[in-house]
């Protein structure tokens, strides 16, 4: 299992959510990631999640 650091923001800068999320791996986390996404409600604000690399899972802007 690893961490991956979730964030979402309002055009205005302010942040919604900084939270940390465990995957098994990249593909799981991209797949149940974009799923928790959804489910914050954020899928159209600025978010992304990155593993613990700093690599980019998932980004929208």
């Known amino acids: 299992m690893a961490n991956y650091r979730f964030t979402a ?7 919604l959510f900084d939270e940390i999320w465990t995957f098994e791996n990249d593909e799981v ?3 149940q990631g974009q799923l928790q996404v959804d489910e914050k409600g954020v899928a ?8 613990s690399s700093g690599k980019l899972i998932l980004f929208h802007v």
């Open 29 to 31: 986390a991209k797949e």
């Open 44 to 51: 159209e604000k600025t978010h992304r999640l990155v593993n």
């Open 9 to 15: 923001f309002e055009k205005t800068g302010e942040t």
